[in-house]
């Protein structure tokens, strides 16, 4: 004797399969997870790095030179390539607020700022871009120049 309602059954084979895809796409989201969590580590590190090179270096130009060659330093030896990322605006507002990009050397209290874009690896091949932004401050009771 069958039991239960005469349209039950006969679906099993398609649940099964849609619950393995779920988990097989859960599963290499776990895995792709800590790519994007040290790839979005290394970019904090690489925007940081730059923006005190500029912040210390005796001119803006000489900063921005040793900046950029930090950043590729940095993510050479995390094995990025330069073509997973890219420095897009460094930024120096005086302590008033105002625009000193142009200024030979980075005024006392100013701020600088580093954006730079990095192409994060994913399991599925869909293309993410992460930005980060550090902003360092040239110590106010620093002396010029240096």
Known sequence: MKRGH?????????????????????????????????RQSIGREMAREAARKIVLAPTQKAGR????????????????GEDRWQITTIKCTDSEGKSCGNSPTVPRGAKITVTLELKIPTTFGVPYTWSVTHEETRD?????GA
Not at 6 to 30: E, K, N, R, S, T
Not at 65 to 80: K, L, P, W
């Open 6 to 38: 005469p349209h039950d059954g006969g679906f099993i084979a398609l649940q099964i399969m849609v619950g393995l895809a779920g988990m097989l796409i859960i599963a290499l989201g776990v895995l792709t997870l800590p790519a994007i969590v040290q």
């Open 140 to 144: 106010p009771y620093h002396g010029e």
């Open 65 to 80: 030179d040793n900046a950029f060659q930090t950043a590729v330093e940095i993510a050479e030896n995390r094995g990025i």
